[in-house]
């Protein structure tokens, strides 16, 4: 994976990249339209140990919580560690996995350092899909929670 976020930031960010290494590599090469950033955030879905957040810290830009993580203020302090000591700045995005919006947790996340909260869809036509999206958005702007600017 390492390599490939490496070929695709070269072709995101160059006019004319190459890239040789171990499984890709490829001659000068042109890609367009490029990303308006010349670079897209690479967010990462795994477990909360220590060693995705260090791969994390060193080759990505966030991290995507997993449906069963457990005690996500300890991880997230966890994470916010592993990303200062690896000199990194700022803060990792964080976009967490959610089943219900639950008013305690959501304002704890957002102190945490979450970003961003996905919440799934059902599997249902799409009049029910969109009964449910109302219902939900109605759900959240009542909770009234401080917006933390990570959300795109």
């Given at each position: 994976?390492?390599?490939?976020?490496?070929?695709?930031?070269?072709?995101?960010?160059?006019?004319?990249?190459?890239?040789?290494?171990?499984?890709?590599?490829?001659?000068?090469?042109?890609?367009?339209?490029?990303?308006?950033?010349?670079?897209?955030?690479v967010l990462i879905?795994?477990?909360?140990?220590?060693?995705?957040?260090?791969?994390?810290?060193?080759?990505?830009?966030?991290?995507?919580?997993?449906?069963?993580?457990?005690?996500?203020?300890?991880?997230?302090?966890?994470?916010?560690?592993?990303?200062?000591?690896?000199?990194?700045?700022?803060?990792?995005?964080?976009?967490?996995?959610?089943?219900?919006?639950?008013?305690?947790?959501?304002?704890?996340?957002?102190?945490?350092?979450?970003?961003?909260?996905?919440?799934?869809?059902?599997?249902?036509?799409?009049?029910?899909?969109?009964?449910?999206?109302?219902?939900?958005?109605?759900?959240?702007?009542?909770?009234?929670?401080?917006?933390?600017?990570?959300?795109?």
């Open positions: 994976l390492r390599e490939y976020l490496g070929a695709m930031r070269a072709l995101w960010s160059q006019d004319e990249a190459a890239y040789d290494g171990e499984y890709v590599s490829f001659g000068p090469s042109w890609a367009w339209p490029k990303p308006v950033d010349r670079t897209v955030p879905g795994a477990a909360g140990t220590e060693r995705t957040f260090a791969w994390i810290a060193a080759n990505a830009d966030g991290w995507i919580t997993t449906p069963g993580e457990t005690d996500l203020s300890a991880r997230l302090g966890l994470l916010r560690k592993t990303w200062s000591d690896a000199g990194r700045e700022g803060q990792p995005r964080v976009v967490a996995l959610d089943t219900k919006p639950d008013p305690a947790r959501l304002a704890q996340w957002a102190t945490d350092g979450v970003t961003d909260v996905l919440y799934g869809l059902p599997d249902k036509p799409e009049t029910d899909v969109r009964t449910y999206l109302q219902r939900l958005a109605g759900k959240l702007a009542a909770l009234d929670l401080p917006a933390t600017g990570g959300g795109r």
